[in-house]
DNA sequence: GTGAAGATGAGACTCAGTATCGTCTTAGTC
DNA sequence: GACTAAGACGATACTGAGTCTCATCTTCAC
């Protein structure tokens, strides 16, 4: 994601272009991962002196906003905010090594339509998540109670 | 959900019983829709002199963890709560008036499947939660926006 | 009943996020 | 390019959810 398309999609969305929020885009994409915002922060005031924490905040609203960026509701008391991801995150835990994967969108669509279609409800926002163990666990746990 | 099943799941998940934890679990119920931690409070403390804060917090972290209660990630800064019983991890919440329903396991055993499938997972757990509005609520929204 | 482990209540503390205020920047208009 | 109003900025105070600490009390295995 360009900075000429941050830029853009601000403009389209009525939210003014400035510095501190194409930065703030800059860094969050740079980031590559899920960041708070006061991860953030404290990258963006080490390279920029005087930035401020409440411009962080506000900045990443107007990001949101635009569609630039998005906000995941997702554990611990801070939130996580990611450039531009596209689909939702939905999660496969490993209880035994820790390893997390992310499950596609598509696998969810279809039982939430279903239970939109059923129940009459009108969904906005899924949350799915699983708890087993991994191939390479569930292989090893096999072995074990195998052998 | 009766105060002594609530007792039992404590007890089998090798937490203590005590009347505050108890006292949560009912108001949870009681209140039978989403409730943040600080609303317990409030409706406790009214209740019952000398309640504590802290208390509550982690009367609903052994409740969690008992499988008594579940916590959803949604929303504003606060946590909201919900009474569970203990063959439903589905939830239908609506982020309007706040009833939450429960969802049959049916309906998330194939998407399960596919996933362990898929992935190679094996699925010992899910956790799956719907955010949108109660089919009352959707209608009352399209009133407004039809209107 | 006893004692140790753990829970409680009070309140201080932490930290994410918001509000306020005076100044500065953006962007539309000429 | 200059003007101007709306809105963003930085600093900082504030709010409110959740945690931690500590002295005291309760639970529960024995």
Redesign the pocket.
């Known amino acids: 994601m360009s900075a000429s398309s941050v830029?853009e999609r601000?403009?389209e969305s009525g939210?003014?272009?400035?510095?501190?929020?194409l930065l703030?885009a800059d860094a969050l994409e740079a980031g590559g991962r899920q960041l708070?915002?006061?991860e953030l922060y404290e990258q963006l005031r080490r390279r920029?002196?005087?930035?401020?924490?409440?411009?962080?905040?506000?900045?990443l609203?107007?990001l949101v906003a635009a569609g630039v960026a998005r906000?995941l509701e997702q554990g611990?008391?801070?939130?996580l905010y990611v450039a531009c991801a596209p689909s939702h995150h939905h999660h496969l835990a490993c209880t035994r090594c820790g390893r997390v994967e992310e499950i596609d969108e598509g696998y969810v669509r279809p039982v939430a339509d279903r239970v939109a279609a059923d129940l009459g409800f009108r969904i906005d926002d899924a949350r799915l998540d699983f708890f087993g163990l991994c191939a390479a666990c569930a292989a090893a746990e096999g072995d074990r109670s195998a052998g």
């Open positions: 830029a601000l403009h939210e003014r272009v400035t510095r501190q929020r703030v708070t915002a006061q920029h002196r005087g930035f401020g924490r409440a411009t962080v905040f506000r900045a609203e107007a906000r611990g008391n801070a939130h």
